[in-house]
Nanobody
Framework: QVQLVESGGGLVQAGGSLRVSCVASGSGFSIVTMGWYRQAPGKQRELIARIRSGGSANYADSVKGRFTISRDNANNAVYLQMNSLKPEDTAVYYC????????????WGQGTQVTVSS
């Protein structure tokens, strides 16, 4: 059983920074890609950043230049450093991973709230 556990959300003022983390736990798995999605109230969940095992990453236009995704393959962890936060970044942030166990599966964390006050 593979689980993703996020941490690091919270409340921050506009212009501030936060880092959210996600660690995959379990045994007998290998991670292909890891990423971060977010879902604001009344909106669809959207992909904001994704990183492959080799380190190449891509970002949504809305966060490009402000957010940085990174990955620690040895510890099965992914991080999202968020700078210059805006009130419109307020959302629940979800960790996502494509993980090879017996086959390739898509896994989600439980979500962590990020609130940016104006």
């Amino acid at each position: 059983q593979v689980q993703l556990v996020e941490s690091g959300g919270g409340l921050v003022q506009a212009g501030g920074s936060l880092r959210v983390s996600c660690v995959a736990s379990g045994s007998g798995f290998s991670i292909v890609t890891m990423g971060w999605y977010r879902q604001a109230p009344g909106k669809q969940r959207e992909l904001i950043a994704r990183i492959r095992s080799g380190g190449s990453a891509n970002y949504a236009d809305s966060v490009k230049g402000r957010f940085t995704i990174s990955r620690d393959n040895a510890n099965n962890a992914v991080y999202l450093q968020m700078n210059s936060l805006k009130p419109e970044d307020t959302a629940v942030y979800y960790c996502n991973a494509e993980i090879q166990v017996s086959g390739l599966g898509n896994y989600w964390g439980q979500g962590t709230q990020v609130t940016v006050s104006s």
